[in-house]
């Protein structure tokens, strides 16, 4: 814990201790990326701040809340705010991450290798479930933002989506739209691993709601999904390119 100058959003904390050490009662208040306790000590206010990515879980009991530190410290609060202040923890720990920022494919021109006139809307019907849950996510807010993402939901409309893409091209010759159902669904594999994973790492983090550790590995198999989606789109990009729409 290391001193801060910028603060909001206080709640009142009747005693606070970090291991053994009594730091005695303090306010505690929030800003993006960290909580800062000022401690009262000797008629003088003394700021300590925890960054929240620092925390591995927050369990409550009544006026208890225990924060456990990735260094093995502990970091007990004793407020009648209790409840609430467990969840404004929880709440600002649960981050989502940046999900399309480094995406080369979607919504740029840098992954658009095609110059067909269907592209840019069989991307966009590609990358619609993950968009779709993305914003739905932010809506419902970081403690529902598990359930939003999905992964049977998000599988069956990407399965969905390739038999559409064949059926466009060759729904009238069973052969050609089978070898291409069977060619897209092949370059599709990564991301069908990728949503296989990110299923796993919620049920794990469904299973221990207070474990931010398990929720943070959750989002990073989030983050690993999307990434996916826009190394397969490059890929399927190019494979409907060299299977145009019949005229």
């Known amino acids: 814990m290391v001193p801060s100058e910028h603060s909001h959003t206080p709640i009142a904390i009747a005693a606070l201790r970090v291991g053994r050490a009594e730091a005695g009662a303090a306010t505690a208040v929030f800003e993006d990326d960290l909580v800062t306790f000022i401690v009262r000590v000797e008629h003088?206010?003394?700021?300590?701040?925890?960054?929240?990515?620092?925390?591995?879980?927050?369990?409550?009991?009544?006026?208890?809340?225990?924060?456990?530190?990735?260094?093995?410290?502990?970091?007990?609060?004793?407020?009648?705010?209790?409840?609430?202040?467990?969840?404004?923890?929880?709440?600002?720990?649960?981050?989502?991450?940046?999900?399309?920022?480094?995406?080369?494919?979607?919504?740029?021109?840098?992954?658009?290798?095609?110059?067909?006139?269907?592209?840019?809307?069989?991307?966009?019907?590609?990358?619609?479930?993950?968009?779709?849950?993305?914003?739905?996510?932010?809506?419902?807010?970081?403690?529902?933002s598990i359930g939003v993402f999905e992964v049977e939901t998000l599988a069956r409309t990407l399965d969905e989506t390739l038999k559409e893409f064949a059926m466009e091209r060759h729904g009238g010759n069973a052969p050609a739209r089978r070898a291409l159902e069977a060619e897209l669904f092949d370059l599709s594999e990564p991301l069908f691993v990728a949503l296989q994973s990110l299923a796993m790492a919620a049920a794990e983090a469904d299973s221990a709601p207070e474990s931010l550790r398990l929720w943070r590995t959750w989002s990073h198999e989030l983050r690993n999904a999307f990434e996916a989606a826009d190394r397969v789109w490059m890929a399927l990009d190019a494979a409907l390119e060299a299977a145009p729409l019949p005229r």
């Open 44 to 144: 003088e206010d003394r700021p300590m701040r925890l960054r929240f990515v620092a925390i591995e879980s927050v369990e409550h009991a009544r006026d208890q809340v225990v924060l456990a530190l990735r260094d093995g410290r502990e970091v007990t609060l004793i407020s009648s705010e209790g409840e609430t202040l467990r969840e404004e923890i929880l709440r600002r720990c649960r981050t989502l991450p940046e999900l399309t920022r480094t995406l080369r494919a979607f919504g740029s021109r840098r992954g658009r290798r095609s110059t067909r006139e269907s592209e840019a809307s069989e991307q966009s019907r590609f990358f619609a479930p993950f968009m779709d849950a993305r914003r739905a996510a932010t809506k419902a807010g970081h403690s529902a």
